[in-house]
């Protein structure tokens, strides 16, 4: 049973979330605003994840990553994992899951996960996640994907 998981689990909104992932020493985090919970029971979270990047191909490998929730204040933090980069971990504080996944402190809170499945969905795959700990790490509001505007560039993406 995760301590508290009613107060975590209502941080997940259509916010905006750094996904880190990593196998040993080769390790990165992406921006999603796509994570919903989906069942109480186990505890599981759904996170929709470009199969062509880089972080896939960490995730499918290790099998583990954490969902990081984004306050309201770190829209910074959005746009620069929202952008490939070589070592975009640099430069920030990092604490390591209980899975192994990083962690990244500047985060209202974060869940690490374990993998349970993947689905297709269209251009994207759903990975459907088993939370195995979870904890609050700052104060603050969650930031939400509708106080983005065009960070990420969607609007070019939609048919």
């Not at 070592?87 to 192994?100: L, R």
């Amino acid at each position: 049973m995760i301590e508290n998981a009613e107060t975590l689990v209502k941080q997940i909104s259509h916010g905006v979330y750094v996904i880190g992932v990593g196998v040993g020493e080769r390790q990165n985090a992406f921006t999603a605003a796509w994570v919903m919970q989906v069942s109480f029971d186990p505890l599981l979270l759904a996170i929709s994840i470009n199969p062509e990047h880089y972080s896939y191909q960490l995730l499918e490998e290790s099998g583990v990553c954490t969902v990081n929730v984004l306050g309201r204040d770190r829209y910074a933090l959005a746009e620069h994992f929202g952008r490939s980069a070589p070592d975009k971990m640099a430069g920030f504080y990092w604490q390591q899951a209980k899975t192994g996944a990083p962690v990244l402190s500047e985060s209202l809170a974060y869940f690490d996960c374990q993998v349970s499945h993947y689905a297709d969905a269209g251009d994207h795959k759903i990975v459907v996640c088993q939370v195995v700990a979870a904890a609050t790490l700052n104060q603050g509001r969650p930031l939400l994907y509708s106080e983005t505007g065009d960070m990420d560039g969607s609007s070019e993406l939609y048919g």
